[in-house]
């Protein structure tokens, strides 16, 4: 049976704070004036009031010995009744007759003497087709029935109504599974949970395989493991018409099983799970392979890099003796006035020997080598990741996202000639998607033979596949990273319905002319009032004659005497606590722990379950591990009880809602209002050592470790109201969007303060356009192109600022395609 505390079924606390009486249980004059009019004497008043305002927040009736007294004296009172006044019904018939008047005042229809278990089977049966979860099925059936007006039937009725449309359509699904799948998969399902005289494993454990630090040596066993994951075949045909939410619930249960416990499950069941898992896998699988395969490019090109700096280090002393011979030419000119005489010394000077040869081939090479461009060098570091990286091309499915298709048939063109030796060949490629520079090293003129080189052509299609991935013109097909953005995305037509209503909750003009119009006016509003503020303050900022800002440096005021003594007078009085006490207090008070549970969703069998689940969640959040926390814990606690509870009890989306519910009662406090609203959050990432064998870790240039950055957004109320782990190198500008989103409390955000790493010209825009301010701190600020509003306008104080014109046709020329993008958002987002 699932908890009542885990669902959203409405039960009355045993202590109702005076702020809840007031506001959920006061009577109002129309129904003052209804319980007078209904009801024959005091007692019956209160009892009937009593009724109206608990039917009214519990949707159903609750006994009178289980009412709190303070809820019943705040009615009391309401009606201004003496508290020797004491709520009774001596005859039931009364008490049925006031129940069937609150029913009917409210026009909410009974359960038990209608049709509710009816339409209640039926919602059940519905909702268990999508749902996978009692919890949620029970919170659906909730909602349904308050949305029709029915008396929400005993709790114990829902949760047997749930447990029965579960089972019923579990049933159905493994089933159908079972069915769609061919006998051989069957077979090697089978095989996968036998294990060998000499084995300790099955190879079900391979099935969970993590993936590790993105090496070559692991490239290739995650390809080989996607591979063997492709052997099971069209897992989307077995799953067809199976909603997402079933098949990663399915998942997640096998992944938390070992053979043993498979083994007792069901023939359908067994290897239903079992294929939800492969098909999860295959997912998750496609996904590290494409980021492992943007970090492996990352690193070819950056050995490149090194390399092209180790040569210019080893041609310094060419490069000086190169300067030095030209000195000594132009010694011999300036002492030399006779252009033959001269001519004579210069060729005495350069080739004592009669032979240039060699200073022509150290200016060759000088020049091969002397700029920035790297490409020349990077077939080599390329070669042994040649094999493997065709092998990944052929294995995932890559779709443009755009309709330039350029890449893509490069992409083909180098598939059918994999297997050539010539590094030239007579195909011409397109190669509008590269940069000049690489077009320098892919193709050579007509006359000199075969135009196009094959390996460079093979180093850039791969780069610029990576490139592609990274910034969403690249889809991966069954992936869910890397997935196609576009079928996230509204059809116009009904983006623009939604589009006035979007616009005016985040406060933007409706149209594109509006749009760039009030885009302009915010820029003349702003440049104006700097103009003529500006002299004001000169002290602290300058333009000087190239036209850069300067800023004086500020210095920092001392720290007075009163704060150090408040700050020494707050640690003398306040107490220390133990992490293990502070979360036992919480759960006291909140009972947080009821996010976590069994996978089936029942009551977990644990013995004290609260205690468990705080014990692993100080193991595993504090990073000790079960087996460090368990020597240092009382009592008889062992690694495996706290392990076994972390894989089977907790989960990410179950750690998430429990911290959601912690930062949601923290924003209701009184001392945190005082601090701040929530409504601004400053963002940042903070460098976290990790396991080196691990995808997401790298190295950190600022830090010079090995680790990942948990990226936070902190409000200025003092809670991080949004965590994300992501590598090193990141910017983490993509993030600051994802964040203000993904927040999902009472209170949202609308302001962020970030570092230069939090901010992009695209991230400005975007923010703009979800009605986000991004306040600007940015690095190397004077490096930036400062547009003034229109070609003739000129300030008088801060005119050397501008360099450019801002382009407003072209603003209004692409605010379908803005809008367009944001149709994901208008409809998830704002209208959720």
């Not at 359960?111 to 268990?128: H, P």
């Amino acid at each position: 049976m699932a908890s009542v505390e885990r669902t959203a079924y409405p039960i009355l606390p045993s202590q109702l704070p005076t702020k809840e009486l007031h506001r959920s249980y006061s009577l109002s004059d129309s129904e003052i004036e209804w319980v007078n009019n209904t009801a024959k004497s005091p007692a019956l008043s209160i009892g009937l009031a009593i009724q109206l305002k608990v039917f009214q927040q519990l949707h159903y009736f609750v006994p009178f010995e289980e009412l709190p007294q303070e809820l019943i004296s705040h009615v009391r009172q309401c009606l201004r009744y003496g508290a020797r006044i004491a709520p009774r019904y001596s005859n039931p018939r009364t008490l049925y007759r006031h129940q069937a008047a609150v029913r009917q005042y409210l026009q909410v229809t009974p359960f038990y003497s209608s049709d509710g278990l009816v339409v209640t089977e039926q919602i059940a049966r519905d909702c268990a087709a999508i749902l996978e979860q009692r919890v949620d099925l029970i919170n659906a059936m909730l909602d349904e029935l308050i949305q029709r007006r029915y008396e929400l039937p005993a709790y114990s009725t829902l949760n047997n109504l749930a447990e029965t449309a579960l089972a019923s359509a579990q049933e159905v699904t493994f089933n159908l599974v079972v069915t769609r799948a061919p006998i051989e998969v069957i077979y090697k399902l089978k095989e996968l949970l036998e294990t060998d005289f000499g084995r300790r494993q099955s190879d079900f454990n391979a099935l969970k395989q993590a993936p590790k630090k993105p090496s070559r040596k692991h490239l290739e066993v995650l390809i080989d493991h996607l591979a063997w994951l492709e052997s099971f075949g069209n897992l989307d045909a077995i799953f067809e018409g199976i909603v997402d939410t079933k098949i990663r619930h399915f998942a997640a249960q096998a992944a938390a099983s070992d053979v043993s416990e498979l083994k007792d499950c069901s023939l359908p069941k067994r290897y239903t799970l079992m294929l939800a898992l492969i098909y999860r896998m295959r997912v998750r699988t496609r996904d590290h392979l494409a980021e492992m395969f943007i970090r492996r490019i990352s690193t070819i090109h950056k050995r490149a890099k090194e390399e092209l700096e180790q040569i210019h280090t080893r041609q310094r002393q060419k490069l000086e003796q190169l300067a030095a011979t030209l000195d000594g030419v132009v010694q011999i000119l300036v002492q030399e006035p006779d252009d033959q005489e001269a001519g004579s010394l210069i060729r005495e000077y350069l080739s004592p020997d009669g032979n240039l040869d060699r200073l022509r081939e150290t200016c060759a090479e000088v020049q091969a080598t002397g700029g920035n461009n790297y490409l020349p060098l990077i077939w080599k570091h390329f070669r042994s990741h040649r094999s493997l990286l065709f092998r990944l091309s052929h294995l995932l499915q890559l779709e443009p996202t755009t309709q330039d298709r350029s890449l893509i048939q490069a992409l083909q063109l180098i598939q059918d000639s994999e297997n050539l030796h010539r590094e030239w060949i007579d195909e011409h490629v397109d190669l509008s998607f590269a940069s000049e520079r690489w077009v320098k090293v892919v193709r050579r003129p007509s006359s000199e033979g075969p135009p196009t080189n094959r390996r460079f052509l093979e180093v850039c299609v791969f780069s610029y596949l990576a490139s592609e991935l990274r910034s969403g013109d690249m889809c991966v097909q069954g992936s869910e990273s890397f997935a196609d953005y576009r079928k996230q995305l509204l059809p116009w037509d009904e983006c623009l319905q939604r589009l006035p209503a979007y616009c005016e909750k985040v406060g933007l003009p409706g149209t594109a002319k509006e749009f760039v119009a009030s885009l302009k006016t915010q820029l003349e509003e702003t440049a104006q009032q700097l103009d003529e503020k500006f002299p004001a303050c000169r002290g602290d900022v300058s333009i000087n004659e190239a036209g850069e800002p300067v800023l004086r440096r500020v210095t920092a005021r001392d720290i007075p005497p009163s704060a150090i003594s408040l700050q020494t007078a707050l640690m003398q009085r306040m107490p220390a606590r133990h992490v293990l006490d502070i979360m036992a207090n919480i759960e006291h008070w909140i009972q947080f722990t009821r996010h976590f549970g069994p996978m089936s969703g029942n009551e977990p069998k644990l013995k004290d379950p609260a205690e468990r689940y705080l014990m692993t969640i100080f193991a595993m959040g504090c990073n000790l591990g079960p087996n460090q926390a368990a020597r240092h814990l009382a009592g008889n606690v062992t690694p495996h009880m706290l392990s076994y509870t972390n894989r089977r009890h907790l989960s990410l989306e179950k750690l998430d809602k429990a911290n959601r519910e912690l930062v949601e009662l923290y924003l209701q406090l009184d001392l945190p209002k005082l601090w701040g609203d929530g409504k601004a959050v400053a963002a940042d990432g903070t460098q976290f050592d990790f396991y080196d064998d691990n995808l997401l870790a790298g190295y950190h240039f600022r830090y010079r470790k090995m680790g990942a950055v948990a990226y936070r957004h902190v409000a200025n109320n003092y809670i991080a109201v949004f965590q994300h782990f992501i590598p090193p190198g990141i910017w983490e500008a993509i993030y600051v969007i994802e964040g203000l989103l993904k927040v999902d409390l009472s209170v949202e955000p609308d302001t962020v303060y970030s570092d230069t790493q939090g901010q992009s010209a695209t991230v400005f825009a975007f923010t703009h356009l979800l009605g986000i301010n991004l306040m600007p701190r940015i690095r190397n600020w004077r490096d930036l192109v400062m547009c003034r509003p229109d070609r003739g306008v000129s300030y008088k104080h801060i005119n050397r600022l501008f360099t450019d014109t801002a382009d407003w046709h072209l603003i209004e020329t692409h605010w379908q395609d803005l809008q367009f993008f944001f149709g994901y958002q208008i409809a998830t987002n704002v209208f959720a």
